[in-house]
């Protein structure tokens, strides 16, 4: 993938820089299908994935009433800092990423590529809802059609209600749907990972139209951009999970980063949440005595649910995407755009650029072209470890903190 990147930034500002007609028809009408086959690889495992994943973390839980408070209070964090992320995401963005302005010209520009190349995108916005009307469409008559429509934010509500219904049947028969909905998310998986093996074609072929198209000033929007995403992780890590933590489980910033350092270095390197699972297991026990009821629950599950990292990514996403489209977002975009950033932010998976994938009921809400897609996944290794290890993060200090106001209860 970096061979890829690397390659596809070269041609792409040779064809920019000489204006090589040659190279432009290579690097632009060759090229770019090639990146769009890619993509659309990737997007048609979108709602097979959504569903099952959604469903297995969901439904995984098991009976909710049982669970009693531990479930209530795990989940309340998660989702409460998953708002709280993307409310610094949407913060960050529209105060750093004006620093590298794009031109009407360029953003025309976009748009006609991605008009030229997302046929299905048009399909998706015709279904898009607004105001009040989305609000009644997040209940959908058919879930079925809701899919075959494009529109996955429906689709991912009625995941949900079947999962909480299926976390109150009985053992034997919740286990039933779940194995199977573990199963197909396995395979699911496989498929993006033997899909990501063309990645360094794919993202040549993306990079190198992308950059043909505006040369160096793109490079320095994505840089903009993914600076923005590490200074928005930044602020979530230092001004929300290490304060938590001093506060509710007195531990001081020191100890804790290096309790957890051996889980964020292989979250960093992996770019995976479930594989870094087992570290994270192994620091809540030895390093930060965290209740084993607790850390084989809560870790789990965050490494399922815990996205804070990758729903900060998206919220900045969104508006870089919408900056870059010259799409404008109101205060009703804005708001659709975050609750369809919680929500996917839920069903991101294990795999690494994941969270990119994940967007597509984001863009579909807000009306943004899938052709952003591309230029976000042909740069996505950086952000993508550092969402990562901030997942991680978020969900070891989802432990300790559970950990902390639970611990006597449960010994």
Do not use: C
Not at 123 to 149: C, K, S, Y
Not at 234 to 261: E, K
Not at 369 to 395: C, E, I, K
């Amino acid at each position: 993938m970096a061979i890829g990147l690397v390659a596809g930034l070269a041609l792409g500002l040779a064809a920019a820089g000489t204006q090589s007609p040659l190279l432009l028809a290579l690097s632009g009408q060759w090229l770019r299908p090639i990146g769009t086959v890619f993509l659309n690889s990737l997007s048609m495992v979108v709602i097979p994935l959504v569903v099952t994943a959604l469903f297995l973390g969901v439904a995984g839980l098991g009976d909710l009433g049982r669970l009693g408070r531990l479930g209530i209070r795990t989940l309340a964090f998660f989702w409460g800092t998953t708002v709280v992320a993307i409310l610094i995401g949407f913060g960050v963005a529209a105060l750093l990423l004006p620093l590298a302005p794009v031109t009407p010209d360029q953003q025309a520009a976009l748009r006609q590529v991605a008009a030229a190349d997302s046929g299905g995108v048009r399909h998706a916005a015709e279904q898009i809802t607004t105001g009040a009307r989305f609000v009644v469409d997040l209940i959908p008559a058919n879930p079925v059609r809701a899919a075959v429509d494009g529109n996955l934010l429906p689709l991912i509500v009625f995941v949900t209600i079947f999962g909480v219904a299926a976390a109150a049947l009985p053992d034997e028969k919740r286990h039933l749907l779940t194995d199977l909905a573990e199963v197909a998310t396995q395979a699911l998986i496989r498929i993006v990972r033997w899909v990501l093996l063309l990645a360094p074609l794919g993202i040549f072929a993306i990079v190198a139209s992308g950059v043909a198209l505006f040369g160096v000033r793109l490079i320095a929007v994505m840089a903009v951009f993914i600076a923005t995403v590490i200074a928005g992780l930044a602020v979530l890590i230092a001004g929300v999970y290490l304060p938590i933590v001093a506060l509710v489980a007195r531990l001081g910033a020191r100890r804790y980063l290096r309790a957890v350092r051996a889980s964020l270095l292989m979250a960093f390197s992996t770019t995976s949440s479930l594989a870094t699972l087992p570290v994270m297991l192994e620091a809540a026990e030895t390093d930060l005595r965290i209740p084993r009821p607790v850390a084989s629950f809560v870790l789990p599950l965050g490494a399922s649910i815990g996205r804070t990292g990758s729903a900060l990514f998206q919220a900045v996403a969104v508006l870089f995407v919408a900056r870059l489209y010259g799409v404008p977002l109101g205060w009703g975009s804005a708001f659709e755009a975050g609750a369809a950033v919680f929500l996917a932010s839920l069903t991101v998976a294990s795999v690494p650029s994941a969270s990119i994938v994940s967007l597509v009921p984001a863009f579909a809400a807000t009306g943004l072209p899938l052709g952003g897609l591309q230029l976000l996944l042909g740069l996505d290794r950086v952000p993508d470890m550092f969402r990562t290890m901030t997942n991680v993060f978020g969900t070891l200090t989802a432990a300790t903190v559970v950990g902390a106001v639970e611990g006597d209860k449960l010994e």
